[in-house]
């Protein structure tokens, strides 16, 4: 059975409406592509900007299913 991460198209964080944008990114493995909610593309720029900056591993996602 495969599992999948549901994102919801847009969410509200304290009255403001936050949409859903992907990114892509290169590895040397290929090409990948990422998701962040921001209020604007623009705002969605400058949140991978500081991602670039200061993204750092945190470990994997796994099921709380038995």
Known sequence: MTK???LQ?????E???WRLY???FQTPDGLFVGYLYAISAEH???LIED???SAVYSG???SGDA
């Open 4 to 6: 999948a991460v549901v």
């Open 9 to 13: 198209l847009a969410v509200e964080v």
């Open 15 to 17: 009255g403001k409406s």
């Open 22 to 24: 992907t990114y892509d």
């Open 44 to 46: 969605a720029v400058a």
């Open 51 to 53: 991602m670039k900056e």
């Open 60 to 62: 994997e996602i796994i």
